[in-house]
């Protein structure tokens, strides 16, 4: 497996350093809101990332997120409503958590709240000013980074080339204008902690470096985020641990790209976003997973809703063979013995997508050739089914284990159903079915359509075809169900 590492500025060959394990840290919201699109990427990606380490290489991933509940953000916002900041960081971690779980994503290892381990962090300051590679200035603690003598390695930027910034203060406290805070005198009204320097809160900079430490020991295998972050935060991790501890950070740095709209940045500043719950509502987990597996993680994505209608379409054709399919192998009366030819084809077939599959994903995470893999599979089983010397036997369940096999890092398919042969739904039906056929049979046409009808709008669908009828489930009417 390669991946694009930030650090060497090529795609380099990936295992973990020791015993299988994967130790993966991906940076986490600031809790002062609810997250927009953009924030979505690095979630649905790196969740995709960790599933297929875990699904295909049977690594064991231990995967960190933290949660910022103290920031300046968080801090303005009280301000502007007058709610504490614990108010605040309480109700949108929980919101969340809650995106999270719409999306499907796998709840990470440990997900720790700054707060919780100010301590772990007051710990490093110490450390680094006892080196001298920090220093205080009135309440303040700076690091220095002319004592980083690979300062800017990860961004690419050299120290000397380097101006004050929008996000990097100048100030009369500090020897050097790039000298960044890790340590935060507190001011009237703001939360604060004890410290040797005085009242204050540690530095956002601080706190990845602290508890990705505490979590996950030494050098990581994996840092990731945005690539937004590649400096200042992940530049001034890197400074931090490394003068800290005297050994990198993390072995790799993976690094998704921006989501545009209409060509231009989307920031919440700007105005030009979408919240993450209010693009579920619309469109629902599976089609914005597709979206944004369909294009590579690296490379910038335009949002537009042309697109995800595209994505639900796309996606559709997957999951109306998979019920399609499903619903004829749980309905057969009896095995089907498939016509061998066809048979050893289509199991060929499915051999090499699932190594084409395994190729675009261990290729940087090459979302984009692992979906049309998914599409290819539906497009061959869906031509040995259609001559129907597959159709309900063996071969066709292979193929949909191996589709839905594939998906597992994806996310994209949904459950299979529990209700196959033997359970009373199923048997009951059944039953309607015949029922409606009899109906049919007696030129009792209403009432046979009332059945059909009735069914439909329980979110069971009735497919009449030359074999019979089969049943697939369907969405529900607008308004109706749960």
Not at 168 to 195: C, I, N, Q, R, Y
Not at 409 to 415: F, K, Q, S
Request: charged share 25%; glycine share 8%.
């Amino acid at each position: 497996m390669r991946l694009y590492n930030t650090l060497t500025r090529s795609a380099d060959l990936f295992a973990p350093k020791a015993d299988g394990i994967v130790r993966f840290y991906v940076c986490g919201p600031t809790v002062y809101d609810h997250l927009h699109v953009g924030n979505l990427r690095p979630i649905i990606v790196f969740d995709a990332l960790r599933r297929y380490m875990e699904r295909f290489k049977k690594w064991t991933v231990l995967y960190v997120q933290n949660v910022t509940d103290v920031d300046d953000k968080l801090i303005n916002r009280s301000r502007e409503t007058g709610e504490s900041v614990e108010t605040i960081s309480a109700r949108y971690t929980e919101a969340y958590f809650d995106l999270l779980h719409r999306l499907g994503v796998a709840e990470p290892t440990h997900s720790p709240r700054a707060t919780e381990h100010i301590e772990a962090m007051i710990e490093l300051v110490k450390r680094l000013v006892d080196r001298g590679a920090a220093y205080a200035s009135n309440g303040d603690v700076y690091f220095r980074v002319q004592a980083a003598p690979g300062y800017g390695k990860l961004s690419g930027r050299r120290l000397e080339e380097q101006e004050v910034g929008a996000r990097v203060e100048a100030s009369g406290k500090k020897e050097h204008p790039l000298d960044f805070t890790l340590w935060k005198a507190a001011k009237p009204g703001e939360p604060w902690w004890p410290s040797p320097w005085g009242e204050g809160r540690p530095g956002w900079h601080t706190e990845c470096v602290a508890l990705s430490r505490r979590f996950l020991g030494g050098t990581l295998d994996i840092h990731a985020g945005g690539n937004d972050l590649v400096f200042p935060h992940h530049e001034n991790e890197m400074a931090q641990a490394e003068a800290a501890y005297g050994e990198p950070l993390s072995r790799f740095w993976l690094h998704n790209g921006m989501l545009t709209i209409r060509g231009e940045e989307m920031h919440k500043s700007s105005g030009n976003f979408t919240y993450g719950y209010a693009l579920l509502d619309r469109f629902g987990a599976a089609v914005v997973r597709y979206f944004y597996l369909s294009h590579h993680y690296r490379k910038p994505l335009d949002f537009s809703e042309d697109g995800l209608c595209e994505s639900a379409a796309a996606l559709r054709r997957l999951q109306t063979f998979v019920a399609d399919a499903e619903a004829e192998l749980c309905q057969a009366c009896e095995v089907v013995e498939d016509d061998a030819v066809n048979a050893q084809a289509l199991s060929g077939e499915l051999e090499r997508l699932r190594a084409r599959y395994v190729d675009a994903m261990d290729d940087d995470l090459n979302t984009v050739d692992a979906i049309a893999v998914l599409q290819d599979l539906v497009t061959a089983a869906n031509r040995f089914r259609q001559d129907g010397s597959c159709r309900g036997g063996e071969t066709l369940r292979a193929a949909v284990s191996v589709l839905r096999e594939l998906d597992g890092p994806l996310g994209l398919l949904p459950a299979a159903e529990a209700g196959a042969d033997g359970t009373l739904e199923a048997e009951l039906i059944a039953l309607l079915i015949d029922l409606r056929e009899q109906l049919r049979n007696a030129k009792s046409f209403d009432l046979a359509d009332e059945i059909r009808d009735r069914l439909s709008s329980l979110g069971v669908a009735l497919k009449d075809g030359p074999e019979g009828t089969l049943w697939v489930r369907c969405a529900l009417p607008d308004g109706e169900g749960s």
